[in-house]
C-alpha cells in the first residue's frame, strides 16, 4: 500500500477543506477503501478521517414523517432498527443481503452509497480500465464480462454498481444530503451516480471535498411498508455480490395497485429505477400479466455488453418474483433469508 | 508523523505508539502485541480468520486502520477463556467437532460470539449458517460449527435464565 498522511479533523468544515486537497480521500468503514489501496488501485496522499465527526450517527424522524439517517450509521445499526425496519422493510432486506455480519457490522450508509464496482478488470491493475485509467481501453469488453452492465453502459464501460442499499432507495425517492465547499446541498440518490458515457472515471456528482452528511427518504416512502421486498440473486447463498437483483414496492387498495416502486440492481453502473414499469402498474390489478408487462417495459433497453444477455431474461423474471412477492404482503419478520441447500424446512420458508 | 493512540486490549489498556498510518489492527495485534490468535488469511475482508470483538461488535480487523480505532475496547480470543475455563464458544466448537486444521477457528469463535451477542439468529440453523458466511472453513467444517454455535447459544441463554432468575 501506497504511504499517505492521515488527517483526522474535528468539525464537517474542517474535512471538507482537508479532503478538497488533490490527492485526498475520506475514510469511514474504510471496507471498500482499504482492500482498493491494498491492490493499488486506489493511491490516495492523504485519508481524511470522518469516523469522529460529531452527529452524524443518528437516525432522526422528520417532523413531516420523513427519516433522516446520518452518513455514519453502521449499515446493521440501521438494518436492525426496529422503527426502521418496519417502514422501510425492502430497504432493510436489502442492507442485510450485502456482504458479511462483520463488514456492515463496520461499513457505513455514505460510504454504501460510494463504492465502487466489483468489475474484475477495475481491481487487476495490469488490465486496462478506463475507469481506473482514463483512455486505457476497457479489457473487460473482450474478458469475462457475464455478470457486467446490460443497461446504461458505454464502449468506454460495461461495469455495474455493486450496492444493495441503493436499490429499495432509489425505488423511494431517496435524497442526499452533501456538504462541500459552497455549502450545503441535496442531490437525488437517482441523480448521484453516473452512467458511463466517455468518462467512466467520473462516477457520480461529487466535487472535491464534497462529503455526503446525511440521507434522507420522504414521508410518503413509509406507504409501501405493507408490500414491499428486496430480491436478490446471487451465485451463492449468502455473501456475494447479486448478479440481478430488484426491489419492489407497491401500494395496494381493494386489490388494486394505487401506485408501484421498481429498481433493479447490478444490470447498470447505477441503482436502475424503471419508471415506465411503475406507470404500467398503476391503476391495475396485481396479476402474474400485469406484472410480466411491466418487467417486459422495465428492460425494453436493455443490450447484452458481452457474455451476459441471460441478465436480461434473468433480470424480467426477478422483477415479477419481486413483484409477486411483494403483493403477497411484506413478511413479519425481516430480513427474510435465501433458503439455503441445507435448510431443513421444506420449501422456501425464508423466502428465496 | 507519528500516531499515539491507546486500546484496550483483553481488558488491558494498552498505549502505542506507530509510525505508519498503515498499520491495520490485524497487524497490530499480531505483529506488535504478539497477539498472534487473530489469523491473516485473505487479508482482504472475505474469510473471516481476522474477526475480532472491537466494542463488542465483531468487525474484520483486517480491513481496520488501528489508527482509526484509537480509544476502541477489543476482545480477541486471547480474551474470551477465564482462565482455564474455557468459553462457552470454545467448549462447544471442541464438543462439536467444528474445525480440522483450526486456522479459521478463532475467526469463527470470535464471530460466534458476536453473533450469539447480536441475538438475531436465535436457534435457526438457518439463520446462523447466513449469520456465520462471513467465516470460510477451507476444511468444510461448516456442519460441526453449526451445531456448536446452536449449543453455544443455548447454553448462553441458560445461563442467562439463571442468572436473572
Redesign the interface.
Known amino acids: 500500500m501506497k504511504s499517505f498522511d492521515y488527517v483526522r479533523p474535528a468539525t464537517v468544515s474542517d474535512a471538507v477543506k482537508a479532503a478538497a486537497e488533490p490527492g485526498a480521500a475520506y475514510l469511514a468503514a474504510g471496507t471498500n477503501l482499504l482492500d482498493l489501496m491494498k491492490g493499488g488501485v486506489t493511491r490516495p496522499d492523504r485519508l481524511v478521517d470522518v469516523t469522529r465527526l460529531p452527529g452524524l450517527d443518528r437516525i432522526e424522524t422528520l417532523p413531516d414523517g420523513g427519516i433522516r439517517i446520518g452518513a455514519l450509521v453502521r449499515n446493521s445499526d440501521l438494518a436492525h432498527d426496529p422503527g426502521f425496519a418496519k417502514s422501510y422493510p425492502a430497504v432493510a432486506e436489502a442492507l442485510l443481503s450485502g456482504a458479511s455480519a462483520q463488514l456492515r457490522n463496520a461499513a457505513t450508509v455514505g460510504g454504501n452509497l460510494l463504492q465502487r464496482t466489483r468489475c474484475g478488470y477495475f481491481y487487476d491493475t495490469a488490465s486496462a480500465c478506463n475507469k481506473r485509467e482514463p483512455g486505457t481501453g476497457c479489457d473487460a469488453r473482450e474478458g469475462e464480462n457475464r455478470l457486467h452492465a446490460v443497461l446504461g453502459w458505454s464502449d468506454a464501460c460495461i461495469a455495474t454498481h455493486p450496492s444493495d442499499f441503493c436499490v429499495p432507495l432509489v425505488a423511494l425517492d431517496a435524497v442526499v444530503e452533501i456538504e462541500g465547499r459552497t455549502g450545503r446541498r441535496e442531490v437525488a440518490l437517482q441523480a448521484l451516480h453516473r452512467l458511463p458515457g466517455d468518462t467512466p472515471e467520473r462516477e457520480n456528482v461529487l466535487e472535491p471535498g464534497d462529503l455526503i452528511v446525511a440521507l434522507r427518504l420522504p414521508a410518503g416512502a413509509s406507504a409501501f411498508s405493507a408490500h414491499a421486498r428486496y430480491v436478490k440473486v446471487r451465485e451463492r447463498t449468502s455473501y456475494a455480490f447479486a448478479v440481478v437483483s430488484a426491489a419492489a414496492a407497491l401500494r395496494i387498495e381493494r386489490g388494486t395497485i394505487r401506485e408501484a416502486r421498481l429498481a433493479l440492481g447490478g444490470v447498470a453502473a447505477k441503482p436502475w429505477r424503471c419508471r415506465a414499469a411503475e406507470e404500467m402498474l398503476a391503476g391495475k390489478g396485481a396479476t402474474r400479466d400485469a406484472f410480466a408487462g411491466a418487467a417486459t417495459a422495465a428492460l425494453a433497453d436493455a443490450k447484452p455488453s458481452g457474455d451476459n444477455q441471460f441478465k436480461i431474461e434473468l433480470a424480467r423474471r426477478i422483477l415479477v418474483r419481486a413483484l409477486t412477492l411483494a403483493a403477497a404482503g411484506t413478511p413479519r419478520r425481516i430480513p427474510a433469508l435465501p433458503a439455503s441447500p441445507f435448510s431443513s424446512a421444506s420449501g422456501a420458508l425464508h423466502v428465496l | 508523523?507519528n500516531?499515539a493512540i491507546s486500546l484496550t486490549v483483553n481488558g488491558v489498556r494498552r498505549d502505542i505508539e506507530l509510525d505508519?498510518?498503515?498499520v491495520?489492527l490485524l497487524d497490530l495485534l499480531r505483529e506488535r502485541l504478539d497477539l498472534t490468535g487473530t489469523k491473516k488469511g485473505c487479508?482482504?475482508?472475505q474469510c473471516?480468520a481476522c474477526?475480532v470483538l472491537v466494542d463488542g461488535?465483531?468487525?474484520?480487523s483486517c480491513?481496520?486502520?488501528a489508527?482509526?480505532h484509537d480509544g476502541a475496547d477489543v476482545l480477541t480470543i486471547e480474551g474470551v477463556a477465564r482462565g482455564d475455563q474455557l468459553h462457552p464458544v470454545q467448549a462447544a466448537f471442541i464438543a462439536h467437532d467444528g474445525m480440522q486444521c483450526g486456522f479459521c477457528t478463532p475467526g469463527q469463535i470470535m464471530?460466534a460470539i458476536?453473533?450469539i451477542h447480536?441475538g438475531?439468529a436465535g436457534d435457526d440453523?438457518?439463520?446462523i449458517?447466513?449469520?456465520?458466511?462471513?467465516?470460510l472453513c477451507r476444511c468444510g467444517a461448516y456442519a460441526g460449527i453449526t451445531e456448536a454455535v446452536l449449543d453455544a447459544q443455548q447454553s448462553l441463554a441458560k445461563a442467562n435464565e439463571r442468572r436473572s432468575a
Open positions: 508523523m500516531f505508519d498510518p498503515r491495520t487479508d482482504r475482508g473471516g474477526t461488535r465483531r468487525i474484520n480491513m481496520a486502520l489508527v482509526s464471530s458476536g453473533l447480536e438475531q440453523p438457518e439463520r449458517r447466513e449469520g456465520m458466511s462471513g467465516n
